[in-house]
């Protein structure tokens, strides 16, 4: 048994937000042969449901790993397995900052993204538009009494804010917090140490799958850990330098042309 750990923008998905249906094809084949997949990605718990639920991927070996890592859920038992979370006083830290520097951000429960009145803008619309979640509106960030796994930093214009932004996090929490980029305009901040690889040695070792028969595809920094992690990292034609460098195979055909069926067609089916 193999297990593939699936990326979702820029990697399963093409620009459009549609899935190839070459993809959806080779996916249900890989289930049938009695391998799984676990949809590895940044987003909520709740978007990456509507994916799987689109993808019809609600059968044993069908997993999620949401948050960058944060958290691994079962689709098919509908279970949590595992979920770590920031403090509350390190959250409440962090929202003040960016509002000191001008800075969006926004966190999570597993439904919908939460954001203060002055970060109902542009940005959280167009996110949850892509996402297919709805957000909510705090007056401040001091009425959040669960712990959110994730935090998000964003700027449409220039990534100086979040460079500087980052530069701080890593200086006042260096020992709880970690920062990467999932795009160049959208900043990532979990506990220190999650990544999409950790997250994939954690899966692996949970299913009972060795790491040599792990396979992984992504396509930009966030997934480097996991494509390096795996048996086989593969990184997609369209993705970023930092992913083509640590990636065991670099498929021939793009994300708008079914390279996930290239990666399961080749090293799995």
């Known amino acids: 048994m193999k297990a593939l750990f699936l990326d979702i923008d820029g990697t399963l998905l093409a620009d459009d937000r549609s899935i190839p249906q070459e993809n959806i094809s080779a996916i249900k084949r890989l289930l049938k042969k009695g391998h799984c997949v676990v949809l590895t990605t940044g987003r909520p718990l709740y978007s990456t449901i509507l994916i799987a639920q689109d993808l019809e991927l609600t059968d044993k070996g069908t997993y999620i790993i949401s948050y960058n890592g944060g958290l691994l859920y079962d689709i098919y038992d509908k279970i949590v397995i595992y979920r770590s979370t920031l403090k509350l006083e390190t959250v409440r830290k962090v929202f003040k900052e960016a509002e000191r520097r001008g800075i969006h951000i926004q966190t999570y429960n597993d439904r919908e993204v939460l954001v203060e009145k002055r970060c109902d803008n542009e940005i959280v619309r167009m996110a949850c538009t892509r996402m297919r979640i709805s957000f909510k509106v705090l007056d401040s960030i001091e009425e959040l009494k669960e712990a959110p796994v994730k935090m998000l930093i964003a700027d449409l214009k220039d990534q ?110």
């Open 160 to 269: 100086k804010p979040l460079l500087e932004m980052r530069d701080w996090i890593l200086s006042w929490a260096p020992d709880e917090l970690s920062c990467y980029f999932s795009r160049d305009e959208f900043m990532e901040i979990v506990g220190k140490g999650l990544n999409k690889g950790s997250a994939l040695l954690n899966m692996a070792k949970i299913l009972g799958i060795k790491r040599e028969d792990t396979v992984a595809a992504g396509d930009h920094d966030n997934d480097i850990e996991m494509i390096r992690s795996a048996g086989i990292g593969c990184a997609m034609k369209n993705g970023t330098k930092g992913a083509k460098e640590v990636a065991t195979y670099i498929t021939e055909r793009d994300n708008n042309h079914a390279g996930v069926a290239e990666i399961i067609e080749k090293f799995i089916i």
